[in-house]
Structures are given as C-alpha cells and as structure tokens.
C-alpha cells in the first residue's frame, strides 16, 4: 500500500448520513416507552457513548440489564426504520468520497441487513471495497471488535488505515488497531468533546478527508 493513500474507512450515521435529529426522535421515543425523560439534540450530543446501554442508565437514572436494553433497542431501531426517508446524505459526502484517490470502505454500528440497501439507496456502494454492518440481534456495543473484523476480511493493516467517524468510540476503535481517527463535527457528538480528545478534528466531511493524507 502506497504511504501516499492510507485506507479509508468510514462510519455511517452521523458521519455520511446526516441522521442526528432521527437517532435524537427515536432515542426519545424509546425513553417515552418507560416513562424517560425527553432529551435535546444538545443534551444527546454531550451525553451520548457506548456502549448504549451505559448512556440509556444515565439518562433514565436506573440500571438498564441486558433484557431492558434489548427491548429498549428494538423500539429504538422501530422508530429509526419508521423515519429513514426523512434523512439525507451528510451535503459533502459524495464530493468528499470522490475526492480521494486511494481506496475505501464503510463500516457502521447499525444492523448490515439495513445499511447495505440503504448505502445502494443512496448510490454509494461502488465507492466501497467493502460495506459492514452489525450482525447481531442487538446493537448499542463498541466499534473496537468490528474494526478488527472488517480490516481482517479486507486484508489491512490497521497502521495503512484513516477512519473519520463522528464519535469518541470511532476514534477508541482506530486507537486499537494502530491506525488515525478524524473526527467530525457535524454528526452525533458535542464538538468540544471532540476537540477535547487531542484527534483531528473537521467541520466537513471534505476538510476531513484532506486530514487523512499523511502528515
């Protein structure tokens, strides 16, 4: 692999998919299912971590044991499903896909049977040597273990890779396999928090991608 033009990988919600007010809606309607509080797009966007179960505790003020946050998920991804059309890409995604030159691949904490139509939906699909999803029953854990997978099959080297994502998790995940986070701003974390984290940090998506070149 050229030093040139490490690998890309992407996340998806919040990151390519500008999704944060329907995550926000749905975690709502979640909490609203066991007489939660209603939280902000800003609270969310300060609050929010995996794994999910730990930001659900914080927020309801209880514990939330394997069983509460199943059911807790189910209605989640429910209402998520229910909204999905609403949401549009992130306004730079395509340019800034296009604008690199080495490969790419994406690689999402949402279920694979939904990400892989909905990334064809949108007409991305040819720019990934590989797409990646959650395939399991439940969501909510950290990215760490599916990074690890997802370069295994794509036979890479986590120190040839630049993942941009928008959360702490995403930068977490790139940390365990050697390899550089960009982070951005636009997506489902506070962006103090962000910058806090000592990671490089963009306000787009393209200015993120001119970060992943080496120094």
Not at 26 to 50: K, Q
Not at 131 to 156: C, F, I, N, W
Request: net charge negative.
């Amino acid at each position: 692999m050229s030093s040139a033009h490490p690998h890309l990988v992407w996340d998806w919600n919040g990151t390519l998919l500008n999704d944060l007010d329907l995550i926000v809606a749905a975690t709502n309607v979640a909490f609203a299912s066991v007489g939660g509080p209603v939280v902000t797009t800003d609270e969310h966007r300060v609050r929010f971590r995996r794994p999910i179960a730990d930001y659900y505790a914080d927020v309801l003020g209880q514990a939330v044991d394997e069983a509460a946050f199943g059911q807790l998920d189910k209605i989640f991804h429910e209402a998520y499903l229910d909204g999905l059309t609403t949401c549009a890409l992130a306004h730079d995604a395509v340019d800034a896909m296009s604008s690199w030159s080495g490969s790419q691949s994406l690689l999402s904490m949402w279920f694979h049977q939904d990400l892989v139509p909905t990334v064809q939906t949108y007409g991305l699909t040819k720019h990934f040597l590989r797409v990646d999803g959650l395939r399991t029953e439940v969501g909510g854990a950290r990215k760490a273990e599916s990074l690890t997978r997802h370069l295994a099959e794509l036979g890479l080297d986590g120190q040839d890779v630049v993942l941009i994502g928008d959360s702490l998790d995403d930068a977490e995940a790139a940390r365990s396999v050697g390899g550089r986070a960009i982070l951005y701003t636009g997506g489902l974390t506070d962006p103090a928090r962000l910058r806090a984290s000592g990671h490089p940090v963009a306000e787009t998506l393209t200015e993120a991608v001119a970060l992943a070149h080496p120094y």
